[in-house]
Structures are given as C-alpha cells and as structure tokens.
C-alpha cells in the first residue's frame, strides 16, 4: 500500500526524502481517483527501498495540494531533491508513473 501523507509529514516524507517521491493527490469521492488508487499502490509495492510513493487526501490535507497548484484530482506529482520534476493530471497508464520513476533511478 502507498503511504498516507497528510500536511504535518508531507515536507519529512516528500521533500526531505533522498529517493524519488510519487504522490497521488486525491480523494474518496473521486471516481477517477479510485482507477488510480490500485495502480499506485502496486507502484509502490513493485519500487518499495527504491523510491517513496504516497497518497494526500485532499479534503483533509489541503496545504500542499494548493502550494503545488493541484486543482484537478487525481494529480500525481513526482519528487526529487525535494522539486517537482513531474505531473500527471487525470488517469493515466501504469507506464507513464512508472516511467518517471525509472528516469529518476538512472
């Protein structure tokens, strides 16, 4: 399972970490977020030691999710060194976070 991130640990988990970072920003009532939400959890599953992937609930963790310009759900965004270097709005297939990532691990 992709790790929950609220606003509190998003800069320790996120920002501060030294691996890639994938975060999903969604929510419960989102469908399309609910077609995400399974591939995001194999991501993590399938990079676990190699990268760091998490969700931000939105409706309760909003901090972030403005400061990044989130204004559509899902967005995924990817880390690295702490700057965004990615993003995915909207549905995509497993192979364009997947890809991201791999680029980050060269």
């Not at 760091?52 to 609930?57: A, R, S, W």
């Not at 989130?70 to 702490?82: A, D, E, K, S, W």
């Not at 990615?86 to 995509?92: I, L, M, N, T």
């Amino acid at each position: 399972m992709a790790q929950a991130i609220t606003d509190a640990t998003f800069e320790e988990v996120v920002l501060k970490s030294d691996k890639p970072v994938l975060v999903d920003f969604w929510a419960a009532w989102c469908g399309p977020c609910r077609m995400v939400g399974p591939i995001i959890d194999q991501i993590s599953e399938e990079y676990d030691g190699k990268a760091v992937v998490g969700k931000v609930d939105v409706d309760a963790n909003q901090e972030f999710a403005a400061k990044y310009g989130v204004r559509n759900i899902p967005t995924v965004l990817v880390f690295q060194n702490g700057e965004v270097v990615g993003r995915q709005v909207g549905v995509a297939p497993k192979q364009n976070y997947t890809d991201a990532i791999d680029a980050l691990l060269q």
